[in-house]
């Protein structure tokens, strides 16, 4: 099993930054995408950002060209960089990626952890 645990997450006036953490521990054998996901109050969990073992990224429309996915394969971990905040960012925010726990095991997805909250106020 994969463990992830997010961090970063806080109370932010609109426009300004937060930066996001996220660590996969656990038996990782390798790990190919990595994602950042969100859900809000009442909503569902959405997938707004991803980024490929190679580095190529992509991202929703509605957080493009103010959120930046990187990651760190030496310490298992990905971040995210969210500029311009603004307050239909408010969500509780997750990490997910496609892990294989030894080399021929079948990729799958990482226990969700409990997410971190970004609160963006007007």
């Known amino acids: 099993q994969v463990q992830l645990v997010e961090s970063g997450g806080g109370l932010v006036q609109a426009g300004g930054s937060l930066r996001l953490s996220c660590v996969a521990s656990?038996?990782?054998?390798?790990?190919?995408?990595m994602a950042w996901y969100r859900q809000a109050p009442g909503k569902r969990r959405e997938l707004i950002a991803g980024?490929?073992?190679?580095?190529?990224?992509n991202y929703t429309d509605s957080v493009k060209g103010r959120f930046t996915i990187s990651r760190d394969n030496f310490k298992n971990m990905v971040y995210l960089q969210m500029n311009s905040l603004k307050p239909e960012d408010t969500a509780v925010y997750y990490c997910?990626?496609?892990?294989?726990?030894?080399?021929?095991?079948?990729?799958?997805?990482?226990?969700w952890g409990q997410g971190t909250q970004v609160t963006v106020s007007a």
């Open positions: 980024i490929a073992s190679d580095g190529s990224t």
């Open positions: 656990g038996s990782i054998f390798s790990i190919t995408a």
């Open positions: 997910n990626g496609g892990f294989r726990t030894s080399a021929d095991g079948p990729l799958d997805f990482g226990s």
